[in-house]
């Protein structure tokens, strides 16, 4: 057969294929064309003979081509269609471009090497490429397809938004990339499984897995498996959803559930037409009604007579999206017993805000309220106590006033008009008596003073108490113009409290101070503030007689003294006095000393806003060179 029988032979078979068909020689010549190629490229017939490959190539890519050419000429092999990382186009007479898929074919005769090139238009594949790639980016999770080499081969835009990885980050690296390096020395084993054994497993169907962003952040993922074949082989398509919002409601909602299955509370939630949805135990509890006799009941079970209009009520106003708080009602147990109960109503809403049942928290208040009027019947006889106390305290005290005052009285008649008829001895008994009858007059007038004090609620208001201990003390340099005693009052301690009732405790305090300081010379007496619990806590201190702590117990005991009358006179009620009044404000007192060294009293007085600390002592041990030692 000769050369022109073989071409025509060729010819025949080229316009047989359905593809565009090219044959070229080695220098790239263009040897023959089928009908197919000229309607392609949209050349005429025989209008390709002569040219160039190249003529049919972009010129963005014409330079490059002949090298291209080369390689294949020096190792020529078949080359099917559609061969991966084969992105090719083609270049019309019109100078239109189409993306091209190309087969390559080496064949020799005796007039030399040749190349047939198969070439089909592959504008519709891309399109239905493009097209799915449109869908798989618009795939609500991120997908990832792996080889079985472990190679990420494509991404989704979810899988770069989640991970944070760019596309041309994650394409040709290892799927090990988006595992947290605590996993990566068995999750060779597990792709190694897969593709031996290649099936789709839906998402949720294993267990949740930790997945690695870009930035070495974690988060809980669940993953579907599918397998997929593909030019290159099997591949697996991987979709991971980011489960970590979920993990997390749903902790929080075994968290919610374990408190509402464990408190005492009764907790319920309703349909807006009073349908019972849920009855925790605490209901149980409270009510008596176990869950499966409660749930999809009406409510108003647990209604009494007469209070039919309270629950539609209540539920109109959770309507309106008001939240009730501590409704105080009667509610009916299952075994027929009224309780009190505090009310919490509060609307439900769905995921669009429309309101579509109540919650409800009930509290069982009936020991509560019997307390409190147990608390309330108390307080009305302690307040009838008190009003008989002090009717019987003036009562007595008037009753006693009146012999006092005819002994006093007839004690001076006799000392002043009978005097010669009586030996000094009956006149020193005269004299005693009048004393005594004298001190009885103050005890009398104490008793009365510390009754106020239980009685009197005190008022809150700010109070100078560097001026009252000023005037205290000058009261008491009047009332003994002889005495010497040097006095440290610092201006600006201030307290909140009830006037009166604490100038009372500083005229006690100080009074006492300055009486166990009459047996010294170089008596000091000081009013300070200190800090006691981080807390404002107010002193008197002295360097007098002092005490011995072993007997600090008696010391705020109405009638307890621990010094002799005739060394330091005194009712024995003032320390109980101070004690009452402080308490009265909800504060603490308490003394430091030693025998023959002074006596520092503290007090602290709640609420008591900010001091000027007329210089600090230690609260815990006193300070004896504050007292002159």
């Given at each position: 057969m000769n050369a022109s029988q073989t071409t025509a032979q060729l010819q025949t078979l080229l316009d047989a294929v359905p593809?565009?068909?090219?044959?070229?020689?080695?220098?790239?010549k263009i040897v023959l064309v089928n009908p197919q190629t000229e309607k392609l490229f949209g050349y005429a017939p025989r209008e390709l003979s002569g040219k160039t490959i190249e003529d049919l190539v972009p010129e963005r890519f014409r330079a490059a081509h002949p090298k291209h050419r080369a390689d294949y000429a020096e190792q020529p092999r078949v080359r099917p269609m559609g061969a991966p990382g084969t992105t090719l186009f083609g270049l019309r007479k019109d100078g239109s471009e189409f993306p091209a898929e190309i087969?390559?074919?080496?064949?020799?005769?005796?007039?030399?090497?040749?190349?047939?090139a198969a070439i089909r238009d592959g504008t519709e594949r891309r399109k239905v490429e493009q097209n799915l790639r449109a869908l798989f980016d618009a795939a609500p999770d991120a997908v990832v397809m792996v080889n079985r080499a472990a190679i990420i081969t494509t991404v989704n835009?979810?899988?770069?938004?989640?991970?944070?990885?760019?596309r041309e980050e994650l394409v040709g690296k290892p799927i090990d990339l988006l595992i947290p390096e605590r996993f990566h020395h068995v999750h060779p084993d597990h792709i190694r499984e897969y593709f031996d054994a290649p099936k789709r497993r839906p998402m949720g169907a294993g267990q949740t897995l930790a997945a690695r962003r870009k930035d070495g952040s974690e988060f809980l993922t669940e993953i579907s498996l599918s397998p997929f074949e593909g030019p290159e082989g099997t591949v697996a398509i991987v979709a991971v959803r980011d489960v970590s919002a979920r993990i997390a409601a749903e902790n929080a909602q075994r968290h919610l559930a374990a408190i509402v299955n464990s408190t005492d509370d009764a907790i319920i939630s309703k349909s807006l037409n009073e349908t019972v949805?849920?009855?925790?135990?605490?209901?149980?509890?409270?009510?008596?009604?176990t869950a499966e006799e409660m749930i999809g009941k009406p409510l108003s079970i647990l209604v009494p007579p007469g209070r039919s209009d309270e629950l539609p009520?209540?539920?109109?106003?959770?309507r309106k999206g008001v939240s009730i708080e501590r409704y105080h009602t009667i509610r009916r147990r299952k075994d027929g017993k009224d309780i009190d109960v505090a009310l919490t109503l509060s609307p439900i809403r769905d995921i669009a805000g429309n309101i579509i049942g109540a919650s409800a928290i009930a509290r069982d208040i009936t020991e509560d309220k019997q307390a409190e009027e147990e608390l309330k019947k108390a307080k009305a006889a302690a307040e009838l106590a008190n009003r008989e106390l002090e009717a019987f305290s003036y009562s007595v005290a008037h009753d006693l006033r009146a012999p006092l005052r005819a002994i006093s009285g007839f004690s001076e008649i006799l000392l002043g008009e009978h005097k010669e008829a009586l030996d000094d001895r009956g006149q020193e008994y005269l004299r005693r008596m009048a004393a005594a009858a004298e001190r009885m007059g103050h005890l009398i007038d104490a008793l009365l003073g510390l009754s106020r004090v239980t009685r009197t609620e005190p008022r809150k208001e700010r109070v100078d108490l560097s001026k009252i201990a000023g005037s205290v003390i000058e009261n008491l340099r009047v009332a003994s113009p002889d005495r010497k005693v040097d006095v440290v009052i610092p201006e600006g301690i201030v307290a909140v409290g009830d006037p009166q009732l604490l100038r009372a405790v500083l005229e006690n305090l100080l009074g006492n101070a300055w009486k166990f300081t009459s047996k010294r010379d170089g008596a000091r007496i000081e009013l300070g503030v200190t800090k006691a619990d981080g807390k404002p806590a107010y002193f008197v201190t002295d360097n007098g007689a002092g005490f011995d702590m072993s007997y600090a117990g008696?010391?705020?005991?109405?009638?307890?003294?621990?010094?002799?009358q005739t060394a330091f006179p005194g009712t024995g009620i003032g320390l109980a006095t101070v004690q009452r009044i402080v308490h009265r404000h909800g504060g603490r007192i308490w003394a430091e000393s030693e025998a023959g060294k002074g006596a520092t009293f503290f007090f602290t007085l709640p609420n008591t806003g900010p001091t000027e600390e007329g210089g600090e002592k230690n609260a815990g041990t006193?300070?004896?060179?504050?007292?002159?030692?």
């Open positions: 593809d565009a068909m090219v044959i070229a020689g080695k220098a790239g087969s390559l074919s080496p064949f020799k005769t005796d007039d030399g090497s040749f190349t047939i835009n979810q899988a770069e938004t989640l991970f944070g990885f760019p949805l849920s009855w925790n135990p605490g209901a149980e509890r409270v009510y008596g009604y009520e209540l539920l109109s106003e959770v008696k010391l705020f005991a109405p009638f307890q003294r621990l010094h002799a006193g300070d004896p060179a504050r007292r002159g030692q």
